[in-house]
């Protein structure tokens, strides 16, 4: 038997004439669910005529939804009813034509993963950090592996510096270093999603925070990072302290969805020059008074950074119009090529 309050459920997600025993997705494996409800840690399967009726539309669950289903005791119980999320994770799904692609939901903090050694890249942390604030949850940045590298000042400073006003740790699996200060949020009912590429150890750091040998780790080539992370799918553990961990598989590829909000926070910088140029319909391509030109030209902003904004701007807008994305691309190389050149004329 479970307590089901103590993987964040509260009565009061559902209103009192519902049908069905609630429940928590604790791990996907393609059509099959593992779940953790009243009576312990069991599988079930979506009822079909709910969740493949095109004319009842209901979303898919994923890691940590919570759920009702009609519980069977003798084999896989049916999930009939997908609750709706206090926060939510989504990429774009790397299969053509499948559009978003649920990673993880119901969480209240994303570790952000990249480990000192070989995988610190500041690309890849802006596109994490787009998702981590449009899921609504609240980010922080975990840069592991801090026993492999003898001076890693100047990449926490760089992470720092992108992530005004979010915490950044460095912290070592193997040697503890960093480990504790992790647990400000780890509390009971609470959770935590990791999001990091493979080989990032991901795996370690839930070995390490939970004490034991919980996950398997496969061998790194640490002169390289080369391995292959072995979690294969999406899974919810509870620590022995009542917290919980949604680790997720390396994703080779994170693509955009909807990053409206997530774009915002994390480029503050330049969303606070979009609304300083002279003309309120500014493309920032060869209008006076644009505040991006500006800042490019005196160096306040590097074209890489806002070269990064639009990237993950017009990525997202691709999966909902492929043809304006791509006459819109071609413009804005056009528009980049013009402001390069200008720079190298200019000495910038």
């Known amino acids: 038997m479970i307590d089901i309050k103590k993987y964040g459920w509260n009565p009061i997600m559902v209103s009192e004439d519902i049908i069905g025993e609630p429940a928590r997705v604790t791990a996907v494996h393609k059509e099959r669910y ?11 399967r979506l009822k079909s005529s709910v969740y493949y009726n095109s004319n009842n539309y209901e979303e898919f669950p994923t890691t940590g939804d919570f759920v009702l289903i009609a519980y069977n005791e003798s084999g896989d119980s049916q999930i009939i009813k997908t609750l709706p999320r ?59 592996k801090a026993d492999l590298v003898s001076d890693y000042n100047e990449q926490l400073r760089t992470a720092e510096r992108m992530c005004t006003g979010i915490a950044v740790y460095a912290v070592s699996a193997k040697d503890g270093t960093g480990i504790e200060d992790l ?47 072995t979690t294969t799918h999406r899974q919810l553990i509870m620590l ?66 806002w070269q990064s904004y639009l990237n993950l701007k017009k990525e997202a807008k691709y999966t909902e119009d492929k043809v304006g994305f791509m006459r819109e691309r071609q413009q804005w190389h056009k528009t980049l090529s013009k402001w390069q050149k200008q720079n190298k004329k200019t000495g910038g």
Not at 133 to 144: E, F, H, N, R
Not at 203 to 220: C, K, P, Q, R, Y
């Open 34 to 44: 593992e779940i953790a409800c009243s009576h312990g840690i069991t599988f079930a």
């Open 240 to 305: 022995l302290n009542g917290a919980m961990i949604i680790d997720t598989p390396g994703m080779r590829e994170l693509g955009m969805w909807d990053v409206s909000t997530g774009l915002g926070e994390t480029f503050t910088d330049v969303e606070e020059l979009l609304g300083r140029c002279r003309f309120s319909d500014c493309h920032h391509e060869t209008e006076p008074g644009c505040a991006i030109k500006r800042a490019i030209e005196n160096g306040d902003l590097s074209i890489e950074r």
């Open 183 to 229: 647990s400000e949020y780890l509390k009971p009912g609470k959770t935590v999603v990791f999001l990091g590429s493979s080989g990032v150890g991901k795996s370690s750091l839930v070995n390490a925070l939970t004490g034991v040998e919980l996950m398997a780790v496969n061998t790194i080539r640490e002169d390289d990072s080369k391995g292959r992370h």
């Open 86 to 144: 206090k926060t939510f994770f989504s990429r774009r799904d790397p299969t053509p034509g499948r559009g978003e692609q649920a990673v993880a939901a119901n969480f209240e903090t994303v570790f952000i993963m990249q480990s000192l050694n070989h995988d610190f890249n500041v690309k890849r942390l802006e596109r994490y950090l787009t998702l981590a604030w449009q899921s609504g949850a609240v980010p922080a940045v975990i840069l592991t």
